[in-house]
């Protein structure tokens, strides 16, 4: 039997690398199982590369129960480069519990956590973690997040001791201190003017959060144990209280006391109504309503195969249910339903509106689908991911391995939607790109490990382009006499350039049938044929218009294949007398970053030949536009990262191509010429 949703408290950890996100979430499990601290064996980062590493890589899910209520924890990434599993799992949660670093609270990932929170509306609470190492202050950190993310910050405990000597934290409702395991009704001696100096700011806090509660608090009246811990509760689901916990997790300081604040004043599902369906409808948490739950997270495992991890949104749902998949039409049956405790898995026979429940093998679905009753469907909105912004051209490094090593990619990208494989059409690659170079150097790692196959991986070709800036007049011939039938076509053509975008243009100009017409279509074609390779470095040929004006055949040996070959050698004749230059490709860049830090990106872009657009604030940061050589960009995601301690990023988009200044062009033939020379090596 499924427990109700009111019973159900899903929150995910975020925050920084080195917060001590994963140190938090192994000791709740690990309290929730009876001991006095973690599991003897690691619950979440079980993967072989998460061990070799010692950081998150991806989301993991534990399921855990604490004084009847049934909590799933998401223990997210740190690293900005796998942020993107951070923002998945808050839409999948209902409540943040952002965990900082005591010695440098506000980091990057910490902001870039945080304003996606305040966009997927979801409430948090914060952890102050590491207050038992050197040169930490809890008042100051306080301090420091209210300034950063406003005045609802307000802590729900305080430490006592500091630094090596923090052994407890002391409850400001409860008015209990928790020192080595015992509790103690008192105010710890040296503490009594910072504790009613909290006490004043919690409980405006708590008036300020209900019309009922301010009334009582302006007129002098106390509140009541229960009216402060029902305004606690209800100030958090609303956004207008963030409490703060003091805890060292290595120490296992604090750690019971935030699963308390979780299991009684986090809100559950069916307190606040987050889901709405691209329609815009908003969907109630309700477990007597339509089905319908959300694929937020795969996992593909080269032998069990693929688990699906869902948010159930609406309705309840058993084994074998049938359901259907919206996007594609599918019909989808689910197999066993199980709570994750990270590798591991509990079977449930029930799962109701609120739950994350895991399911496998289901055979038409992907990560962001939505799942429902065919009579009652609906679809909710995929999680907006961050922009990749680290590519590499991809392929298989041995002869023959082809389809095993792009089956392997899909899988990956399957797993992690962060990543991308798309094909580029204007250099013929594949190219995986994802939010670091860490991102994607580990989604091959793990494509070499799970399937046993190697990728080549390489910088991505610039897509240059070659055109015209005068025009010329050229002929081509082709005769070739064999021992029986010849081959004979001739035409001439007037080559002209376009305005920049204009594409090709090929204009008939044949008259008294010097030409035959059943023959012109091959000139056309043996002419965009000749227009793949340019003559200055082989690049296509873009914006030129070509008139076919005159020629000659023979009733005999002329044929489609020759005036085809014809045409080809009359454009390659014209495109050398017409001035023929190098064209590069131009990206539009929109940079966000702190006020501080525009003059360090403007001459970095200045640098790469970029030509400033425009800036215009937006919140409390800046975007810088600008238009740049695609080919200075190539490094340009790591070097913004040194140049503003990762605290910028960035999007990019085609713009349109401009010439090659005439003193860069060397370098790039040179550039090419390297190329061929690796590949005939």
């Known amino acids: 039997m499924a427990v109700e949703p009111e019973l159900i408290r899903n929150v995910c950890l975020i925050g920084h690398r080195g917060s001590g996100k994963t140190a938090l979430g192994e000791g709740m499990i690990g309290l929730a199982s009876g001991r006095s601290g973690p599991a003897g064996h690691r619950v979440l980062d079980s993967a072989e590369e998460e061990t070799e590493r010692g950081m998150t890589l991806g989301m993991n899910v534990a399921m855990l129960e604490w004084k009847g209520r049934q909590v799933n924890v998401l223990d997210t990434p740190g690293d900005g480069g796998f942020v993107g599993d951070a923002f998945v799992a808050q839409r999948a949660a209902d409540c943040a519990v952002l965990v900082v670093h005591a010695q440098d609270p506000v980091q990057v990932v910490t902001e870039r956590v945080w304003r996606r929170g305040e966009k997927e509306d979801i409430p948090h609470l914060v952890v102050v973690n590491h207050l038992d190492r050197e040169r930490t202050d809890f008042g100051a950190v306080v301090e420091q997040l209210r300034e950063r993310f406003g005045p609802n910050i307000v802590p729900l405990n305080l430490p006592i001791g500091r630094e090596g000597d923090f052994r407890g934290v002391y409850g400001l409702l409860s008015g209990i201190a928790f020192v080595d395991g015992e509790q103690r009704e008192e105010i710890p001696e040296g503490m009594e003017d910072e504790v009613d100096a909290a006490r004043v700011q919690l409980f405006e806090a708590i008036a300020e959060s209900d019309d009922t509660l301010l009334e009582k608090y302006l007129e002098g009246e106390e509140f009541t144990t229960e009216e402060a811990f029902e305004g606690i509760r209800k100030?958090?689901?609303?956004?207008?209280?963030?409490?703060?916990?003091?805890?060292?997790?290595?120490?296992?300081?604090?750690?019971?006391?935030?699963?308390?604040?979780?299991?009684?004043?986090?809100?559950?599902?069916?307190?606040?109504?987050?889901?709405?369906?691209?329609?815009?409808?908003?969907?109630?948490?309700?477990?007597?309503?339509?089905?319908?739950?959300?694929?937020?997270?795969?996992?593909?495992?080269?032998?069990?195969?693929?688990?699906?991890?869902?948010?159930?949104?609406?309705?309840?749902?058993?084994?074998?249910?049938?359901?259907?998949?919206?996007?594609?039409?599918?019909?989808?049956?689910?197999?066993?339903?199980?709570?994750?405790?990270?590798?591991?898995?509990?079977?449930?026979?029930?799962?109701?509106?609120?739950?994350?429940?895991?399911?496998?093998?289901?055979?038409?679905?992907?990560?962001?689908?939505?799942?429902?009753?065919?009579?009652?469907?609906?679809?909710?909105?995929?999680?907006?991911?961050?922009?990749?912004?680290?590519?590499?051209?991809?392929?298989?490094k041995a002869r023959g391995e082809e389809e095993k090593v792009f089956e392997a990619i899909r899988r990956v990208v399957d797993e992690d939607p962060s990543l991308k494989l798309e094909r580029s059409e204007a250099t013929g690659e594949d190219i995986l790109s994802g939010l670091a170079q860490i991102h994607v150097e580990l989604a091959l790692e793990r494509?070499?490990?799970?399937?046993?196959?190697?990728?080549?991986?390489?910088?991505?070709?610039?897509?240059?382009?070659?055109?015209?800036?005068?025009?010329?007049?050229?002929?081509?011939?082709?005769?070739?006499?064999?021992?029986?039938?010849?081959?004979?076509?001739?035409?001439?053509?007037?080559?002209?350039?376009?305005?920049?975008?204009?594409?090709?243009?090929?204009?008939?100009?044949?008259?008294?049938?010097?030409?035959?017409?059943?023959?012109?279509?091959?000139?056309?074609?043996?002419?965009?044929?000749?227009?793949?390779?340019?003559?200055?470095?082989?690049?296509?040929?873009?914006?030129?218009?070509?008139?076919?004006?005159?020629?000659?055949?023979?009733?005999?040996?002329?044929?489609?294949?020759?005036?085809?070959?014809?045409g080809s050698l009359a454009f390659k004749n014209a495109m050398e007398q017409a001035r023929p230059v190098l064209l590069e490709p131009f990206v539009r860049v929109e940079v966000l970053a702190p006020t501080e830090l525009v003059g360090d990106i403007m001459g970095d872009l200045s640098g790469r030949r970029g030509r400033p657009m425009g800036m215009e604030q937006r919140g409390d940061r800046q975007v810088i536009q600008a238009e740049v050589p695609q080919v200075e960009m190539l490094t340009y995601a790591r070097d913004l990262r040194s140049i503003t301690g990762g605290r910028a990023n960035y999007h990019v988009e085609p713009a349109h191509y401009e010439e090659v200044p005439p003193n860069l062009v060397d370098r790039v033939l040179a550039a090419n010429a390297e190329e061929v020379e690796e590949k005939a090596g």
């Open 447 to 566: 494509i070499n490990h799970r399937y046993g196959v190697e990728v080549e991986a390489r910088a991505p070709k610039v897509p240059f382009k070659e055109t015209i800036t005068g025009s010329a007049t050229a002929q081509g011939r082709y005769k070739k006499q064999t021992g029986g039938r010849g081959q004979f076509g001739d035409c001439h053509i007037e080559l002209t350039p376009l305005p920049r975008g204009s594409g090709f243009e090929f204009e008939n100009a044949i008259v008294g049938g010097a030409i035959p017409r059943q023959f012109i279509p091959a000139v056309e074609k043996g002419i965009v044929e000749a227009m793949q390779q340019g003559s200055i470095a082989g690049y296509p040929v873009v914006d030129v218009k070509v008139r076919l004006y005159d020629g000659s055949f023979h009733s005999v040996d002329s044929s489609e294949m020759a005036f085809k070959v014809a």
């Open 235 to 396: 100030g958090i689901a609303d956004g207008l209280i963030i409490p703060v916990l003091a805890a060292s997790a290595e120490r296992m300081i604090g750690v019971d006391r935030i699963l308390d604040v979780i299991a009684g004043s986090a809100p559950s599902p069916a307190d606040r109504s987050r889901w709405v369906t691209e329609e815009g409808e908003e969907v109630a948490c309700d477990p007597n309503g339509p089905f319908s739950a959300y694929v937020f997270k795969t996992y593909v495992d080269p032998f069990a195969g693929r688990l699906s991890v869902l948010r159930v949104v609406s309705g309840r749902c058993r084994s074998d249910e049938a359901l259907v998949n919206p996007r594609t039409g599918t019909a989808e049956r689910l197999g066993g339903i199980s709570h994750m405790v990270g590798k591991d898995r509990q079977p449930v026979d029930e799962a109701v509106a609120g739950d994350i429940i895991a399911i496998t093998k289901l055979k038409d679905t992907n990560t962001f689908d939505t799942l429902c009753k065919p009579e009652e469907q609906v679809v909710y909105a995929p999680v907006e991911l961050p922009e990749p912004t680290t590519a590499f051209a991809v392929g298989a």
